[in-house]
């Protein structure tokens, strides 16, 4: 499974993006995928994840309440809906999958995306 994130920009604290994550290969609806983030500095950290068909979500407590995420397997694509941003949200965005359960452990995740940028004005 390839991977690659797409739709990073710079909005204003407050606004919205969304985050896209088109992955090649069959395989991709059966896998889970996740969302990690890492700050200038900062270790990658854990953001949204989503089991293969959409049945579990979990969520950062951070961005619970803000940020959604799906998928269309159908369109082999996943999905970061990201609202009422924050400037402490500016981080590199990956995208990841894994043929295991739905984890939030970076460690267990096979496949990444190359990153995509999201820096958040205050």
């Known amino acids: 499974v390839q991977l690659q994130a797409s739709g990073g920009g710079l909005a204003q604290a407050g606004g919205s993006l969304r985050l896209s994550c088109a992955a090649s290969?069959?395989?991709?609806?059966?896998?889970?995928m996740g969302w990690f983030r890492q700050a200038p500095g900062k270790e990658r950290e854990f953001v949204a994840a989503i089991s293969w068909g959409s049945a579990l979500r979990y969520y950062a407590d951070s961005v619970k309440g803000r940020f959604t995420i799906s998928r269309d397997n159908a369109k082999n694509t996943g999905y970061l809906q990201m609202n009422s941003l924050k400037p402490e949200d500016t981080a590199v965005y990956y995208c990841?999958?894994?043929?295991?359960?739905?984890?939030?452990?970076?460690?267990?995740?096979?496949?990444w995306g190359q990153g995509t940028q999201v820096t958040v004005s205050s």
């Open positions: 990841a999958a894994t043929p295991r359960v739905v984890s939030q452990n970076r460690a267990e995740y096979d496949y």
């Open positions: 290969g069959r395989a991709f609806s059966t896998y889970a």
